[in-house]
Structure formats: structure tokens, C-alpha cells
């Protein structure tokens, strides 16, 4: 059974920073390409950054320069560092496979707020 947990949200000031881990269970997590989406209310589910099984990264546009996808393969962990947080970026962070079929079941994603 497939299982992804995210955790590392919060509630951060413009500006500030927060690192998201997500663990991930039940696969064989060194062969998947990994991405983090998020979900802002009432807007649909976006890719925010990719990282191919072997390290290869791509972010979307809004987040080049700020946020920084990893992984460590021998702890199922793929990381996002998020700095010079704006607004919005506040979101449901959830992280999944990149895959052509579809995706694994979802976490329960970690809340980000940006807010003074």
C-alpha cells in the first residue's frame, strides 16, 4: 500500500522560508520521478517542482530562484526549500509521483501560509 506524508508547513511571514519533507511508503521510491503540487483555495491542484529518479530538477516559473526540490533515496524522502515566500505561495503542499498514468493515493498534503 502506497502512503506519502508530508509534513514542514507552517505559517510564515513574506519573506520567510520553510523546508517540506514527504516520506514516502510502499514503493520503490528510487525508480519514480517525484514532484510537489499544491492546491490554493479554489484554484485546481499545480505542479510547483519535479526531480527525475536520478536528480534531475524543473520548477515552475513562479518558483525558479526561490524553491529547491531533493531527494534522499536511501530515506524515501524527497525535501522542498522554500525561501522568499510570498503570498501566494500559500497553499495545500502535497508531493506524488510524476507519472504518465496518474498518480499515487494522496497525502493528506501540509497547509503553507503566508501572512504578516
Known amino acids: 500500500q502506497v502512503q506519502l506524508v508530508e509534513s514542514g508547513g507552517g505559517l510564515v511571514q513574506p519573506g520567510g522560508s520553510l523546508r517540506l519533507s514527504c516520506t514516502a511508503a510502499?514503493?520503490?521510491?528510487?525508480?519514480?520521478?517525484m514532484g510537489w503540487y499544491r492546491q490554493a483555495p479554489g484554484k485546481q491542484r499545480e505542479s510547483v517542482a519535479t526531480?527525475?529518479?536520478?536528480?534531475?530538477?524543473n520548477y515552475t516559473d513562479s518558483v525558479k530562484g526561490r524553491f529547491t526540490i531533493s531527494r534522499d533515496n536511501d530515506k524515501n524522502t524527497v525535501v522542498l526549500q522554500m525561501n522568499s515566500l510570498k503570498p501566494e505561495d500559500t497553499a495545500v503542499y502535497y508531493c506524488?509521483?510524476?507519472?504518465?498514468?496518474?498518480?499515487?493515493?494522496w497525502g493528506q498534503g501540509t497547509q503553507v501560509t503566508i501572512s504578516s
Open positions: 506524488n509521483g510524476v507519472m504518465r498514468t496518474g498518480f499515487f493515493p
Open positions: 510502499g514503493i520503490d521510491f528510487r525508480l519514480y520521478d
Open positions: 526531480i527525475t529518479w536520478n536528480g534531475m530538477t
